[in-house]
Nanobody, 125 residues
Framework: QVQLVESGGGSVQAGGSLRLSCAAS??????MGWFRQAPGKEREGVAV????????KYTDSVKGRFTISQDNVKNTVYLQMNSLKPEDTGMYYC????????????????????WGQGTQVLVPS
């Protein structure tokens, strides 16, 4: 059984930092990512990482502020978020691509089959 468990969300002032963690069990995916969904908006890709050592990818609005990383021993993916802005507010989800996926790792929600329950990030304006 595949499980993805996120942690690390919370409320932080604008300009602050948070570090999200996603502990995976039951499956080791070649591509994992972080997504977010703000109230009334569609879920969007934030960052993805190829766990075999390929490139990371970020949505434009977080480039230079967020960093996705992994610990393959712990089967855990992290999202370091710096210089947080009110528009970063939302529910953040960890996700993994399923086995047999076509090559490539892109922040497209439709490509991912396994999802965590989410962790809330709030950056008050």
């Amino acid at each position: 059984q595949v499980q993805l468990v996120e942690s690390g969300g919370g409320s932080v002032q604008a300009g602050g930092s948070l570090r999200l963690s996603c502990a995976a069990s039951g499956y080791r995916s070649v591509c994992m990512g972080w997504f977010r969904q703000a109230p009334g908006k569609e879920r969007e890709g934030v960052a993805v990482i190829s766990t075999g050592g390929g490139p990371t990818k970020y949505t434009d609005s977080v480039k230079g502020r967020f960093t996705i990383s992994q610990d393959n021993v712990k089967n855990t993916v992290y999202l370091q978020m710096n210089s947080l802005k009110p528009e970063d507010t939302g529910m953040y989800y960890c996700a993994a691509r399923p086995p047999g996926s076509v090559p490539g790792c892109y922040p497209r929600p439709a490509d991912f089959s396994y999802w965590g329950q989410g962790t809330q990030v709030l950056v008050p304006s």
